[in-house]
């Protein structure tokens, strides 16, 4: 018996132990409403990913929504860096069993809520079987209520990142018009759809300087996507433009939303934010965070 199949069982036994009946799952928290659970992903570093993760969720915050984001890229701690944060604790302390989940979500900027990663932890790249089994338990845990829970996944195709993807009832893909993005980009496309069966896809383009210059990075990865990968729905949802405030406020460790809220750049976030809840009915949704579990069950 393989690892994977080996959780997929200890998974399916967690989800008959909490109710009692085959495929039973806990509800989320203890209030009424459910995360609707975004990726925020890419192949190719570089891109700016990190950075629209801390303003989508200020963008989303404006909004009146609760938003938890989860820093995804394990070894790292980006989040940590642009929000100007110093945790004691981070998702090391949890995946070793020291810290419960709850105790080490810092709050951020406007009342965002943030699990940090851990900055040069080598052994947080490749999390094993039985970490992220751990994980997923303090995950079903939380009892705190979040309308928008954001992962910051990592760039690339490594084991963590696929797993946060296949975790997520979206995925937001981050491309710029620089070839070798697009080209990673489809890659990561095409690992998640042949390994995993994913389908849907949405097209973030960062960093161009029109409307044009971003329906042409849409356009080049739409045909490949249609050429090779026709059963995959690649979905545009708009572009970030160039901004030199943008840059300057990362030089400041601070989102383009809190140094330079009325720039081009914190617009265009605000509009993001404003079109993904304005689609978010035509969006499936399992509900809770058993997306987790059910995800895991299926992937191989």
Not at 19 to 30: F, I, P, R
Not at 98 to 119: C, H, M, N, T
């Amino acid at each position: 018996m393989d690892q994977a199949n080996g959780l997929r069982q200890l998974v399916r036994k967690k989800a008959y132990d909490m109710n009692g009946v085959k495929g039973g799952v806990k509800k989320y928290a203890v209030g009424s409403s459910f995360p609707r659970v975004l990726a925020v992903t890419s192949g190719k570093g570089g891109v700016g990913k990190t950075n629209i993760v801390g303003n989508l969720a200020l963008a989303f915050r404006r909004l009146g929504k609760r938003v938890l984001i989860l820093d995804g890229d394990l070894g790292l701690a980006n989040i940590d860096i642009i929000f100007s944060l110093n945790p004691a604790y981070n998702i090391k302390h949890v995946i070793s069993g020291e810290k419960d989940l709850s105790e080490v979500i810092v709050e951020g900027p406007e009342e965002i809520r943030i699990i940090p990663a851990g900055s040069g932890l080598q052994e947080l790249v490749h999390l094993t079987d039985g970490q992220k089994l751990n994980l997923l338990n303090e995950f079903d845990s939380l009892n705190e209520d979040f309308d928008i829970f954001l992962i910051d996944t990592g760039a690339g195709i490594s084991s963590n990142i696929i797993y946060f993807n296949l975790a997520a009832q979206e995925r937001i893909v981050v491309a710029t018009c620089e070839p070798s993005s697009i080209t990673d980009a489809y890659a990561l496309m095409k690992v998640m759809f042949t390994q995993h069966g994913t389908r849907s896809f949405k097209l973030l383009v960062n960093m161009v300087n029109h409307a044009e210059e971003a329906k042409s990075v849409f356009r080049n990865l739409s045909n490949a996507v249609v050429r090779f990968l026709s059963d995959i729905s690649l979905e545009y949802i708009g572009f970030i433009p160039r901004d030199d405030n943008f840059q300057r406020a990362v030089r400041q460790q601070c989102t383009v939303m809190q140094c330079y809220p009325e720039s081009k750049s914190s617009k265009g976030f605000c509009e993001l934010a404003q079109r993904l809840l304005a689609c978010s009915a035509n969006t499936p949704s399992d509900g809770n965070i058993k997306f987790f579990w059910k995800k895991l069950m299926t992937c191989h």
